[in-house]
């Protein structure tokens, strides 16, 4: 999906931070003691969340949906873009006092919504189109990825890209290729769906408090269609049973499924001695639709289902 420009968008590059206050005096001023509960380290190097904005790459015309604003880093590096607006979701009350200033600063782009993005639907706050940007809060990045993965996965077009912050694991998890020890559920259900790039690491170092892991951003884009023809829930399923042993044959860790893993494996064209991690995204896909077609002939025979 590409962000059109539009009139509305033709004078917004004109957002000029300079006067606003430096962001260690936002955060001494609304006493934000960062939260470990809330996942808070505050990135407050100018370059850098530049840096996170333009990886995101074009935006004119299009909705930036931020998950964890904080003081409003990130956030000005947005509004400095072509972005139509920016829709952000704050659960600290305390941040919500701090970002005020900037929403009003900001001659209507910026929407701060309070509440925790998990109970959130982002397509019902920011009209499309839409892209998430967010240095995420480490303790949620991957239930919230997952539910966006979700979103894409009824409709492709729901979501530009996702250019995401997270702990350098997870965001190699989500770039691991099959046969690598990072390759996993994970990996399948966001590389089904998208085109995931590495963009940069960001030392532990630069966050206010530093947090004991390297960060990286991500740059996650939908595809038009899914890799290969799977129904998203039963592919979940299949990963989850064969990567819930991942060392064991899939002979032995599908048959947890329910159902006949040799057959399954036979079917799909599948070595019963191969394991979960050898096995690449399309090979999981193939799995999915022969368990599918297994549950639905079970059902129509009467017989008992594996579920
Ligand atoms: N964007 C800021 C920056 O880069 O400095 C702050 C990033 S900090 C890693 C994560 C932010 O997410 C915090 O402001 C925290 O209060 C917020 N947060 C944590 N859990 C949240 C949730 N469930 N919903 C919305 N925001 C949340």
């Known amino acids: 999906m590409i962000c059109v420009s539009n009139e509305l968008t033709a004078s917004v590059t004109d957002f000029d931070p300079t006067p606003l ?40 015309g ?20 072509d972005a139509r607006e920016i829709v952000a979701v704050e ?12 929403a009003a600063y900001s001659g209507g782009r910026l929407r701060v919504i309070e509440g925790d993005a998990r109970a959130i639907d982002i397509t019902t706050i920011c009209p499309a189109p839409r892209v998430i940007v967010a240095n995420l809060p480490y303790n949620v990045a991957t239930v919230l990825l997952t539910d966006w ?32 020890r990072a390759y996993g559920r994970l990996s399948v259900f966001a590389q089904w769906l998208c085109a995931v790039n590495i963009a940069f690491d960001i030392p532990a170092r630069a966050f206010t408090p530093p947090p004991k892991v390297t960060s990286t951003v991500v740059r996650i884009t939908p595809r038009a269609i899914p890799l290969a023809e799977a129904d998203s829930a039963v592919l979940q399923r299949v990963t989850a049973a064969a990567f819930g042993q991942r060392r064991k044959m899939l002979r ?56």
Not at 27 to 52: C, M, P, V, W, Y
Not at 258 to 264: I, K, M, Q, R, S
Not at 286 to 301: G, M, P, Q, W, Y
């Open 21 to 60: 206050p430096p962001l260690r005096e936002v955060i001494a001023e609304h006493g934000l003691r960062a939260r470990k509960s809330l996942g808070q380290n505050f990135l407050l190097d100018l370059n850098l969340t530049a840096r996170i904005a333009r990886s995101a790459g074009d935006l004119s």
């Open 62 to 81: 299009c909705g930036v949906v931020e998950i964890g604003p904080g003081p409003g880093g990130l956030t000005r590096a947005l509004l400095a873009t």
């Open 91 to 102: 659960r600290d009350p305390r941040c919500l006092a701090a970002l005020a200033p900037l």
């Open 149 to 180: 993965l979700e979103i894409i996965a009824r409709d492709p077009h729901a979501v530009g890209s996702m250019t995401l912050m997270f702990q350098r694991e997870v965001a190699q998890r989500l770039a691991a290729k099959p046969g690598s």
């Open 252 to 307: 032995t860790s599908l048959a947890t499924l329910g159902c006949d893993p040799h057959a399954l494996l036979a079917t799909a064209g599948i070595e019963p001695t191969a394991r979960a991690e050898t096995l690449d995204v399309t090979a999981f896909c193939a799995l999915a639709r022969v368990f599918a077609a297994d549950r639905k002939n079970t059902l129509e025979s009467g017989g008992v289902s594996g579920s």
